[in-house]
C-alpha cells in the first residue's frame, strides 16, 4: 500500500464518520420519495446503516486507524525509499508490531472504549 493510498482510506474513514449523522436524516426524507427506486434504496441503505455489525465495524476501523495511523504511516512511507537502512527499518517494523501488541494485550479496554463509542451514538 503506497502512502497516499494510507492517508486516503485514512481521511475516508474519518470524513466517512463525520457525515454519517446528517446522511440519517436525508435517507429518512428519502423514503418517503415517490420515485420508488430512489425510496427503496434509501430504506436499504438507512437499514444497512442501523445495524449494530454496521456499527461496530465503522467504530473499530476508525480505532484502528486512529491508534495506528503515526506509527504505520511513518513505517509505509519509510519502507517505500528506494535506499534504506535495515536496521532502521526493522525499528519502524517493531514499533508498529508493538502498538498491536498493546491493543491486542489490552483488548477488553480497547473493545470497551468502542463499546462505550456505541453506545453513545
Same mark, same amino acid.
Given at each position: ?47 444497512? +446503516?442501523?445495524?449494530? $455489525?454496521? *456499527?461496530?465495524?465503522? #467504530? ?6 486512529? @491508534?495506528?495511523?503515526? %506509527?504505520?504511516?511513518?513505517?509505509? +512511507?519509510?519502507?517505500? $525509499?528506494? *535506499?534504506?537502512?535495515? #536496521? ?6 517493531? @514499533?508498529?508490531?508493538? %502498538? ?22
Amino acid at each position: 500500500m503506497c502512502s497516499t493510498s494510507f492517508v486516503e482510506i485514512h481521511d475516508s474513514v474519518e470524513v466517512f464518520e463525520q457525515l454519517l449523522p446528517a446522511a440519517h436524516p436525508c435517507l429518512k426524507e428519502m423514503i418517503s420519495w415517490t420515485d420508488i427506486e430512489t425510496s427503496t434504496n434509501a430504506h436499504i441503505l438507512l437499514l444497512s +446503516l442501523e445495524q449494530c $455489525k454496521f *456499527n461496530v465495524g465503522s #467504530i473499530v476501523l476508525k480505532n484502528i486507524f486512529h @491508534n495506528f495511523s503515526t %506509527q504505520s504511516f511513518y513505517a509505509y +512511507l519509510f519502507l517505500q $525509499k528506494p *535506499n534504506i537502512d535495515l #536496521i532502521q527499518a526493522l525499528e519502524y517494523v517493531d @514499533n508498529v508490531v508493538r %502498538q498491536i501488541h498493546t491493543v491486542r494485550n489490552n483488548a477488553d479496554e480497547e473493545f470497551s472504549k468502542c463499546f462505550d463509542e456505541l453506545q453513545r451514538k
